[in-house]
T-cell receptor, first 115, second 117 residues
Framework: NAGVTQTPKFRILKIGQSMTLQCTQD?????MYWYRQDPGMGLKLIYY???????DKGEVPNGYNVSRSTTEDFPLRLELAAPSQTSVYFC??????????????FGDGTRLSIL | AQKITQTQPGMFVQEKEAVTLDCTYD???????LFWYKQPSSGEMIFLIY??????QNATEGRYSLNFQKARKSANLVISASQLGDSAMYFC??????????????FGSGTQLTVLP
């Protein structure tokens, strides 16, 4: 079972470039999340989705966009990269049904540097 | 106001001793859950333990236990018999609202634990 897979693992962008961070899960989870983690800090929620076709903003959505056309995939797009977006990005998922004790399953992260 | 506060940026513990990592939270929601995650230097997020707001007993998972004091809004992680492999960053996180919420987590800033040989 692959779980939550994020690609790429590392990327360097120039200011103003665009890119898409990929996230795929094979657990048939309905709920998916994108977080960013700045150096020495906790994770902050960027966007989340409770099912295909449904997305909503988290705490720090500016500069990002998401889409959720399938249950499996939840890509995160940076349109005009800025140095402030240098961070480690984590994708996570949970089934969505059942009890509230379900821990989020995290991917291994994408380390992104904007120069 | 911070929803999750971890006041210990760094902690040291001697191998085989117990250590407590502090976490206080702020919510007016009667239904919430508290999670602890471990992040080793390799970067992945590893779930350790969960405590629900309606749980009557403190959660335990192997060497991990949660000292849950609801009235004081604290959910401290206790690691018994520390091992060198416990050296990592530890995050406390809260999920508010059930049922029907999107179950997103709010994280604290973390505590860097170093286990000394």
């Amino acid at each position: 079972n692959a779980g939550v897979t994020q690609t790429p693992k590392f990327r360097i962008l120039k200011i103003g470039q665009s890119m898409t961070l990929q996230c795929t899960q094979d657990m048939n989870h309905n709920y998916m999340y994108w977080y960013r983690q700045d150096p020495g800090m906790g994770l902050k929620l960027i966007y989340y989705s409770v099912g295909a076709g449904i997305t909503d903003k988290g705490e720090v959505p500016n500069g990002y966009n998401v889409s959720r056309s399938t249950t499996e995939d939840f890509p995160l797009r940076l349109e005009l990269a800025a140095p402030s977006q240098t961070s480690v990005y984590f994708c996570a998922s949970i089934p969505g049904s059942g009890g509230g004790n379900q821990p989020q399953h995290f991917g291994d992260g994408t380390r992104l540097s904007i120069l | 106001a911070q929803k999750i506060t971890q006041t210990q940026p760094g902690m040291f513990v001697q191998e085989k001793e117990a250590v407590t990592l502090d976490c206080t939270y702020d919510t007016s929601d009667p239904s919430y859950g508290l999670f602890w995650y471990k992040q080793p230097s390799s970067g992945e997020m590893i779930f350790l333990i969960y405590q629900g707001s309606y749980d009557q007993q403190n959660a335990t998972e192997g060497r991990y236990s949660l000292n849950f004091q609801k009235a004081r809004k604290s959910a401290n992680l206790v690691i018994s018999a520390s091992q060198l492999g416990d050296s990592a960053m530890y995050f406390c996180a809260m999920r508010e609202g059930m049922p029907g919420s999107a179950r997103q987590l709010t994280f604290g800033s973390g505590t860097q634990l170093t286990v000394l040989p």
